[in-house]
Structure formats: C-alpha cells, structure tokens
C-alpha cells in the first residue's frame, strides 16, 4: 500500500530546452538537468506523471525500482498547493494501477478494504452499497472526490460511492488519512479518498525517450461468476479523450423468506473525460481545461439494510456528474473549477408495494465553484483561494414544507457553504512544512465564520528515513438524513451542531529499493459527534440522531512492504484504534460506537512466470460494537478473517484470469443483520488493444 519514495536515480542532461516534448519529466523516473533554465521556465516544468507502463526489458528490481521513482513525483492532494509524493509533509496512501489491476476484487469499495486505515462496511456485493470510513469515524465524516472535485452528497453517506466509472477507469487512488479541512473544506472530518482516472492517450518509458504509444486504445473486459453475476465493461480512448461504459448485475446471495430476490444487483455505468490543452512557446503559460461527466444508475435488494423487521426492502439511485477545470501556468497558477452533481433515491420499505408504507424519493442537487491558486517566491509556495459550495434538496420526508410541491416531493432544504483558505508551504532540500487555514461559513443555522488552522512537517533523514508530524482541524456539516429523517422508527434532530475534530499525529518512515516501512501513532480529539443512538430500557425505543458530547481516539499503524525476493513482493500492516466515551451500556449506536478495534491486511503477489502472476490477500477484523437481531436480542461483533486470492495470465493484448473471495466462506456479519456472502468466484478475460 505505501509506496517507497525515496530512491536514487540516474541523472540526464538536455544540452537544449525549447519547451516542447520534455514537460513530463515526471514521467521519465529519473532525475533531468538542463544547462540553462530561467525561473519561469522551472515554474511550470513540475508536471504531475501522466499515464504510464514501463514494458522496456529490464530485471524486476529495476521494474521496480522505475515504478517507484515514478510514483516519487506524482503530484498528489496533500495541499492546497500541489507537491510530488517524495516532497508531501502528509502521509498519503496511493493505490496505484498495478495495484488495481492486480487485486482480487470487482469494485472500487471492495478495493479499499486492503487500505489497514480503511474501514469498508458493506451491505451488499459489488459495491451495491457501501460505508467507507477512515480511523474509526463513518461514512459521512470525509470527501469523496473525482479528478479532484467533490462528489459528496449532502443526504446521506450511504450513496457516497456510487461512482460513474468503471474500476478500469482508474489511474489511482490517493487514501488521505486524518482531519484534511484546510485542503477539502467539510465532510474531511477524518480524511479524504480522491480517485484519479486515466486519459486517453497511453504513454510508455522506453530506454530514455518518453513516447506516446497509441494515440487511440481499445478496453474491453467480460467477467461472470457465482450467483448469476455478469459484468461487462468498453472503454475507447482518443488522445486526449476516453469514454467507458459498465453493465454489471448479480442475483445476489440470499432470499427473502418468501423466496423472492432480496440481495439482487443491476446496474450501469458511463463516464466521459477530455481535455484540452494549448502551449505557446513565447509564453510560460500553459493554459488547460479538462472536464469529465458521467452517470451511475442502479437498483439493489437492500434486504434488510435499514430494519430487521422488513427482508424485502429495495433501493434505486442515479446519479449525475459533471465538472470543469481550468489550469494555468506561469508565475501565478490558477485552477478555477466548475461542478454539478445530481442524485435521485428511491427507497421502497416493501419491495414494489406501498400499500402499507409510502415510498421514500429524495433528489439532491449540488452546485460547486472553486478557484484556487499557488505562487512560487522567495520563502516557499504558497497558495490562496475560495469556494462556493450550494446544497439543495427536495423529498418526500427530508428538510421543511415546500411552498409549491411538486411531483414526489413535498418537502426541501437548501444551504450554502463559503470558504477561503490560505496555505504557505517552506520546500528545503530536506525539510517540508506546510501551515494554513479554513474560513468558513454556512447558511445552515446560522453558522458564523469559523477558523480552522492545521500544520504539517515533515524532514528527510539521508536518501532512507523520513519523520513527520502534523496537528490539524477540521469540520463536518450534519447531513439532510441526520437532520430531518423522522419516520420508520427513527427521530431526527433538526438543531444539531457541526462535528469538530482536533488531530496530532507523529511517525517515521523507511524506505529503501527492497523495503518499506512506516510507523505513526495519532490521537483525535472530538466535540459534537453525530450518531443514531437508541436507549434500549425502553418498550418503544427508537432511533435518535445526537451529538456526542466529546470521543477522543487513539491509535497505531504500521505497514512493511519488501521486494527481497526475486518476482515477489510481499505487504503486512496493522492498525489499532481506541475509543474512549463517556456512553452508557443501555446505549446502543449505529454508527460511531462501531469500529475496528484491531486491524490486519497481508498480501503476497508473485509472478510464477513471466505471463503467470498470483495475488493472495488476507484482511483480519476485529469490531466494537453490537447490534440488535430479528428476535430483539442485542449481539456484539464477532472478529472475522477473510482470504480472497487471484491468478491472472497476461499477453501482449489480453489477460485472463479467475479469482476468488472468501475462499474459506465464513459467513460473517460485517454490518447489522445483513450476513455477507460466503465463497465468491468469478472468471474473466480484458482485452487491450492499441
């Protein structure tokens, strides 16, 4: 999971600098000089690594060391100014594409599992809908974000992941871990995922010459398995534009107790990204504009997700994604962006009926500008900037009555969000600190203008060892679900408070051609959480949303990754967490008062032959917590371990593979009553063509 950052490489000289092809430094994994180099000119040579797959004749240790250096000056979303990996005053976990394509898993969700600071709740298969929470918050405390936009919806956490593109879109995945307000503003509360996809054009290392390898390039992939699953999935890419589309359905791994599909899955994707980009050589700007939009739809027995009582509850979403960004270059870099997402959510307690209980529609609409800027001088980078954030919402039981109802929707909320950020980062040739804050403002409650400082510092002891330490704010606004979602049992509270948090965090970090290790110890410090709570001395209990009053956490991690030997890599991290709550035992919680005490992910990947890889991964997970079952009675969480493995043979242009999860079929219950399915196998083939 942790990438070695820290590695020597050979140096190239260019006798000449004309700006043309040599902008992707980046890419080529080494170190480049040039004889004569203006300031200006150094400003925008810090490209970020394009797509990339070395395929040159090399030994695996120089295909790793390369793939290392390469993903040494990624630039990744750390700050509000952008900084190569190896520079990063923050730990940030990326998942690179090797990574994905290599994992034993079918959707994005799944593949976060292995990330030990993760935790990934799932109540049905494939993604159909997922709780994904970061050092034992939930699902609602960080950002989702897309290319760097958030896509979080403001109703509820449940939906944060149903993403438009296909896990064959991605480029990367960066997992930042601990309070990042500063950088993504609310919802950060406990840290960020941001999921990088990748352009249309492929670009290839080859001896010391960066090319372009096919300006257009054909994906395909086909895959089936146990209960009824099919996925199918095209992605077409034309220099700097890609399009993809996804068909995916299961009939799921259980029944209702009428024999009727209650864990089914049917859904489809489509994603499109471009950009464009213009250099002129009497010019050090570099003007660029991308954009991407994209639609996720579909529809899922949802068992018995949100009551035990009902085994025949169903859910359909859609949702909606569009973006643009701007990118310039020079002395000031300007990144202005545009954005807007809509969500549809139609919940049926009684699968196809409301006889009994009416249907449950929500629409949410979120519209986003946002500029940024960054600045190179004297004493370091520094970077300024706002973003206007509106969140709107129309349903049937969620927000206030409308003045004028229409169709579904009889009720509504709107707020807004205005925030500045200030960022000033000090790059020493070992030495990294970066300090800032957020402003920020919302029209909900009334909420004043409110300050949220952090600070990270980072120095690099010789060409191995790097220490860091960091204190951080952060914020989270109550969702519309936690704020007005009053039936079924349950009884919102309309008045509560922002989650705040306060974050220090120390650790050491080693890394070498053949190891990797990291160590870091964190404590937050919480006021106000938000938590669906139920008092169970109560005939008629239901289930209320309260702010905590203050829950401080401690915890651990530590990761070894080693390339020792020859074809093989092997990775092993842990993660401890405590909670400390001043919680009665008759309180029973949904949602904070579970989380993973203990933690354990291990995964040996070893190519057999130079066409025969084999993935094993293992994941041990121990959770707090208890919930309450069919017949009444509250039972705690039972620790669990899961073994899922993958053999894949690769070709030139294709690759086939099976892989399998929960290979011991252990039927654990990772969520309330939703028992997760036991062995699941499928088989497939990709086909790449360029």
């Known amino acids: 999971m942790y990438k070695p950052i820290f590695n020597q490489r050979k140096a190239l000289r260019f006798?000449?600098?004309?700006?043309?092809?040599?902008?992707?430094?980046?890419?080529?994994?080494?170190?480049?000089?040039?004889?004569?180099?203006?300031?200006?000119?150094?400003?925008?040579?810090?490209?970020?690594?394009?797509?990339?797959?070395?395929?040159?004749?090399?030994?695996?240790?120089?295909?790793?060391?390369?793939?290392?250096a390469t993903l040494d000056d990624v630039e990744i979303t750390g700050s509000r100014a952008p900084l190569a990996l190896g520079q990063a005053a923050r730990m940030v976990t990326v998942l690179s594409r090797e990574d994905i394509q290599a994992a034993p898993v079918q959707s994005i969700n799944d593949l976060l599992k292995m990330a030990v600071g993760v935790d990934v709740r799932q109540r049905g298969p494939i993604g159909a809908q997922t709780d994904v929470s970061i050092r034992g918050g939930t699902s609602e405390q960080i950002t989702i974000l897309l290319n760097g936009i958030n896509i979080c919806d403001p109703q509820t956490g449940h939906n944060a992941f149903d993403l438009p593109c296909d896990i064959s879109d991605i480029e990367r995945i960066e997992v930042l871990e601990g309070p990042a307000g500063r950088v993504y503003g609310t919802s950060s509360l406990l840290g960020a995922i941001n999921i990088v996809t990748k352009s249309g054009e492929r670009r290839e290392v080859r001896g010391e010459r960066l090319e372009v390898r096919g300006k257009r390039n054909v994906e395909a992939r086909l895959e089936g398995g146990s209960f009824g699953y099919l996925s199918a999935a095209g992605r077409v890419g034309i220099a700097s534009h890609s399009l993809s589309a996804n068909y995916t359905r299961s009939d799921g791994y259980q029944r209702a107790k009428s024999g009727a599909l209650?864990?089914?899955?049917?859904?489809?994707?489509?994603?499109?990204?471009?950009?464009?980009?213009?250099?002129?050589?009497?010019?050090?700007?570099?003007?660029?504009?991308?954009?991407?939009?994209?639609?996720?739809?579909?529809?899922?027995?949802?068992?018995?997700?949100?009551?035990?009582?009902?085994?025949?509850?169903?859910?359909?979403?859609?949702?909606?994604?569009?973006?643009?960004?701007?990118?310039?270059?020079?002395?000031?870099?300007?990144?202005?962006?545009?954005?807007?997402?809509?969500?549809?959510?139609?919940?049926?307690?009684?699968?196809?009926?409301?006889?009994?209980?009416?249907?449950?529609?929500?629409?949410?609409?979120?519209?986003?500008?946002?500029?940024?800027?960054?600045?190179?001088?004297?004493?370091?980078?520094?970077?300024?900037g706002a973003e206007f954030r509106n969140e709107d919402i129309v349903s049937t039981n969620l927000g206030e009555a409308l003045n004028n109802p229409?169709?579904?929707?009889?009720?509504?909320?709107?707020?807004?969000?205005?925030?500045?950020?200030?960022?000033?980062?000090?790059?020493?040739?070992?030495?990294?600190?970066?300090?800032?804050?957020?402003?920020?403002?919302?029209?909900?409650?009334?909420?004043?203008?409110?300050?949220?400082?952090?600070?990270?510092?980072?120095?690099?002891?010789?060409?191995?060892?790097?220490?860091?330490?960091?204190?951080?704010?952060?914020?989270r606004m109550p969702s519309f679900t936690e704020l007005y979602y009053s039936v079924g049992g349950h009884k919102a509270d309309k008045y509560l408070k922002p989650e705040e948090l306060r974050a220090v965090e120390g650790g050491v970090k080693f890394s070498n051609r053949w190891l990797t290790a990291k160590a870091c110890v964190?404590?937050?410090?919480?006021r106000n959480m938000i938590d669906w709570v139920m008092d169970t001395r109560e005939a008629d209990a239901v289930w209320q949303s309260v702010n905590h009053t203050k829950v401080n956490t401690l915890g651990q991690e530590i990761s070894l990754t080693s390339h020792l030997l020859p074809l093989t890599?092997?990775?092993?991290?842990?993660?401890?967490?405590?909670?400390?709550?001043?919680?009665?035992?008759?309180?029973?919680?949904?949602?904070?008062?579970?989380?993973?005490?203990?933690?354990?992910?291990?995964?040996?990947?070893?190519?057999l032959t130079e066409k025969l890889e084999v993935r094993?991964?293992?994941?041990?997970?121990?959770?707090?917590?208890?919930?309450?079952?069919?017949?009444?009675?509250?039972?705690?969480?039972?620790?669990?371990?899961?073994?899922?493995?993958?053999?894949?043979w690769k070709e030139e242009t294709y690759a086939i593979y099976v892989e399998g999860n929960n290979l011991t079929s252990h039927r654990y219950v990772d969520y309330g009553n939703v028992p997760q399915p036991g062995a699941w196998v499928t088989a497939g083939v990709k086909v790449s063509l360029y």
Request: with cysteine; charged share 20%; proline share 2%.
């Open 616 to 648: 094993i991964g293992y994941r041990y997970q121990d959770r707090m917590g208890s919930y309450t079952d069919t017949q009444g009675t509250v039972k705690n969480y039972h620790p669990y371990s899961v073994l899922d493995g993958k053999v894949t």
């Open 15 to 68: 006798r000449q600098f004309i700006r043309k092809g040599y902008a992707l430094f980046a890419c080529l994994g080494r170190v480049v000089t040039i004889g004569v180099l203006s300031v200006a000119t150094l400003e925008s040579a810090s490209a970020a690594t394009d797509d990339i797959s070395t395929k040159t004749e090399k030994t695996s240790d120089e295909q790793q060391t390369d793939k290392e």
């Open 406 to 475: 229409f169709s579904h929707y009889k009720m509504g909320l709107n707020r807004s969000n205005l925030s500045f950020h200030l960022e000033h980062n000090i790059l020493l040739s070992r030495f990294t600190l970066s300090a800032g804050f957020l402003a920020i403002k919302n029209t909900w409650n009334e909420m004043p203008f409110t300050i949220y400082p952090g600070v990270d510092a980072s120095y690099r002891i010789g060409n191995n060892w790097k220490v860091y330490a960091s204190y951080n704010e952060s914020l």
């Open 522 to 526: 964190f404590h937050h410090h919480a």
């Open 569 to 607: 890599s092997f990775e092993i991290a842990y993660c401890h967490l405590h909670q400390n709550k001043n919680e009665a035992e008759y309180v029973q919680s949904q949602y904070s008062l579970e989380y993973l005490r203990h933690k354990v992910t291990a995964q040996v990947t070893a190519r």
């Open 262 to 384: 209650n864990s089914d899955y049917d859904g489809v994707k489509v994603f499109y990204q471009g950009s464009y980009s213009l250099t002129s050589h009497h010019s050090s700007l570099t003007p660029k504009i991308s954009w991407h939009v994209g639609m996720s739809t579909k529809g899922y027995g949802s068992n018995t997700f949100y009551s035990a009582k009902y085994d025949e509850q169903y859910e359909k979403t859609t949702k909606i994604y569009t973006a643009i960004k701007g990118e310039t270059g020079g002395c000031i870099h300007l990144s202005p962006s545009i954005y807007w997402n809509r969500s549809y959510d139609r919940f049926e307690l009684i699968r196809g009926s409301e006889a009994k209980v009416p249907f449950n529609y929500h629409r949410t609409d979120v519209f986003g500008i946002n500029l940024n800027s960054y600045f190179d001088w004297l004493l370091g980078r520094t970077a300024l």
